[in-house]
């Protein structure tokens, strides 16, 4: 990599990272893992950054790098029982938002007990607000599976919604 490319794609991966881990770990649901997430897509660009860096988007190239890598590791994974994590790791909060942490946790945690397919095509479409076709195109899979997977990982999530607030109408 010549100088000139190896300091943009410094410049770019300073200025990216916060926003790709903060993707990579709805998508993981585990910091280290969404940290190894990032790192790998990072490092398997960096090769190819000379020809990323002049596509218009190199965030949206290195973004599909993440979610192509965290879509094979849950095909590889599928066959082993997944882990979840019972609470998010803590964060220092500026201000009390403890409403906002509250709903923040419960999503994570419900995002968390989704399957590692769901819970890729429900980020996908619903927090990056990509559209079926996309979605369907990037995971190399049919558009029907993106929009049964998004289907079910969302009734998922309204379930659990419900159960947490039929819980905490029980302890008032």
Known sequence: MSPEHEREFRDFTAAQTPSLLRLAYLLTGDVHLAQDLVQSALASCAGRWHRIRNREQPFAYVRKAMYRSQYNAWRARRRK????????PERPVGRDHADEVAER?????ALARLPYRQRLIVVLRHCEDRPEAEVARMLGIAAGTVRSQASRGIAKLREMHEASEHRTEALR
Not at 83 to 88: E, G, R, V
Not at 105 to 109: C, E, I, K, S
Request: without cysteine; hydrophobic residues 40%; negative net charge.
């Open 81 to 88: 029982p997944e882990s979840i994590m019972d609470t998010p």
């Open 105 to 109: 946790h419960d999503l994570l945690a």
